[in-house]
């Protein structure tokens, strides 16, 4: 099965912005849809993001406006671009197919958003 490998994650203050990174280990333009999701501790992961083979996206409400998603099928590659963070952000972020499946579930990339 394939492997996903986040990276990009990392501590920032509130209002902050980071750029996540999934790279898969096979062909993501052999996907309906990827998506990039959230566990927050405690908590169930959660997709916030995902974009479709032809290239729309869709987000849960709490970050519309703030996270764009992409991807890069020549470099197998998802990017998460992460504006205006707040507290509530603060999770594991992992990416895999919108429904999951396509991989195996990676470690996550933690992002911390605090003062």
């Known amino acids: 099965q394939v492997q996903l490998v986040e990276s990009g994650g990392g501590l920032v203050q509130p209002g902050g912005s980071l750029r996540l990174s999934c790279a898969a280990s096979?062909?993501?333009?052999?996907?309906?849809?990827m998506g990039w999701y959230r566990q927050v501790s405690g908590k169930q992961r959660e997709l916030v993001a995902a974009?479709?083979?032809?290239?729309?996206?869709s987000y849960v409400e709490f970050v519309k406006g703030r996270f764009t998603m992409s991807r890069d099928f020549a470099k197998n590659t998802l990017y998460l671009q992460m504006n205006s963070l707040n507290a509530e952000d603060t999770a594991v972020y992992y990416c895999n197919s919108a429904p999951p499946g396509f991989g195996h579930w990676g470690q996550g990339t933690q992002v911390t958003v605090s003062s």
């Open positions: 096979g062909s993501i333009f052999s996907v309906n849809a």
């Open positions: 974009i479709t083979r032809g290239g729309s996206t």
